[in-house]
């Protein structure tokens, strides 16, 4: 064989290889950059893992077997919203409210869900509390992510023995729809089922919550990150709705409405078993300024109708703070809310302001005080 027939087979031979090596580096590649998406994904979970951590710990409450969860009594944490705007929770985890010097004052509770409670402004700035400035000495027992029934079983169980005249309960369309279920957010939670058609709490007591529900649930935007997470998300809806084939939502909306109805009634009543004049306030949300606001003002305005036909059958007192906070320019509107900010102050964007605050607390006073003009004989009868 010749030199040249030799160069000729060895280039032959050498073709095969070199083909072999480049796909060899090329799988070696693509191994590379999977595995390192795969470092940078777990790189990017654990850090949101330890950034709610951080965030909730400074959220947490006390568990309670009635309500689920309630404010960690005597507790102060100073600056907790921002320089000067402190957080302080009474002996019976209630959120302090200034001392009104008037002796004579109107003793009034307050009682909501976050909206009431009041994050991100300061113990004297929430709008419970800006009616202490006035006629009021008020009660401060607002409290996050509680639904109306929470409201009704906290008021009926710890606002017994607190003198008051005037019960101002504060709802949003949320607290409506948390009737629902018996979790919230990963935590357990009361929940009211017509029973014999009588209202029954058929969650008491309520059960501790289990750790990795709530690891689950706390973290649940950082295990989406993966996309096995989010395949067994869709995997679990489709399995879940073929087993358990959803009801009409007029069933639905029906059966929510009657225990809505039971809880207001209930409310309004003990209210009044306890000498005290029941206020109903509807409070909006920022959902009308950057949401789809056709589809929030007719939720809002289907529940306002509500309210108003319950409010002439069990006799009670419904103000409409949207009736006059929509009608504002979008800019003033948004200035009602707490805009994105740092990241301990998690469940803070989108509560009022100081701004808001003040704005729902002149609607809510100037109701009452319309209330008491036309019915001066309260203002005799002691607070």
């Known amino acids: 064989m010749t030199k040249q027939h030799q160069s000729v087979e060895g280039n032959h031979r050498s073709h095969p290889s070199v083909l072999k090596i480049i796909i060899i580096e090329l799988i070696s590649v693509c191994l590379l950059l999977i595995s390192m998406e795969g470092i940078l994904s777990w790189y990017h979970f654990l850090q949101n893992v330890y950034n709610n951590h951080i965030a909730i710990k400074h959220t947490e409450g006390k568990y309670d077997q009635l309500l689920g969860w309630t404010n960690i009594p005597n507790s102060f944490i100073q600056n907790k919203y921002g320089s000067g705007n402190n957080l302080t929770i009474n002996a019976n985890s209630f959120r302090v409210t200034p001392i009104n010097p008037n002796a004579d004052a109107l003793r009034v509770i307050c009682t909501g869900d976050s909206f009431t409670f009041g994050p991100g402004v300061d113990d004297t700035k929430t709008w ?6 006035g006629n009021f000495q008020t009660t401060n027992m607002g409290e996050g992510g509680y639904g109306i029934d929470q409201n009704y079983l906290w008021y009926l169980r710890d606002a017994s023995n607190i003198p008051h005249k005037i019960h101002i309960m504060a709802f949003i369309l949320d607290d409506f729809d948390r009737v629902a279920s018996n979790i919230f957010m990963g935590n357990e939670k009361p929940l009211f089922k017509m029973v014999n058609n009588r209202l029954t709490n058929i969650n008491y ?11 689950t649930y706390d973290n649940q935007n950082a295990f989406m990150q993966f996309n096995i997470f989010q395949t067994a998300y869709h995997i679990k809806n489709l399995i879940l709705k073929y087993i358990h084939p959803a009801i009409s939502d007029e069933h639905d909306q029906a059966t929510s409405n009657d225990i809505i109805t039971a809880i207001i009634n209930a409310m309004v009543n ?114």
């Open 128 to 133: 419970c509390s800006l009616l202490s400035s």
């Open 270 to 383: 003990t209210t009044k078993e306890r000498g005290a004049i029941p206020f109903i306030i509807l409070l909006p949300t920022e959902e009308f300024s950057f949401k789809d606001i056709n589809n929030y003002m007719a939720r809002y305005q289907k529940r306002k109708e509500f309210l108003t036909q319950l409010a002439v059958k069990d006799n009670f007192i419904f103000v409409d703070v949207g009736e006059s906070m929509f009608n504002v320019d979008p800019m003033t509107y948004s200035s009602f809310f707490i805009q994105d900010g740092p990241i301990n102050y998690q469940f803070v964007p989108g509560h009022y302001t100081e701004v808001g605050n003040a704005f729902v607390a002149q609607n809510i006073s100037s109701a009452i005080n319309q209330y008491l003009y036309n019915h001066p004989e309260i203002l005799h009868n002691g607070n």
């Open 205 to 215: 007591p309520i059960p501790k919550n289990q750790q990795w529900r709530k690891f």
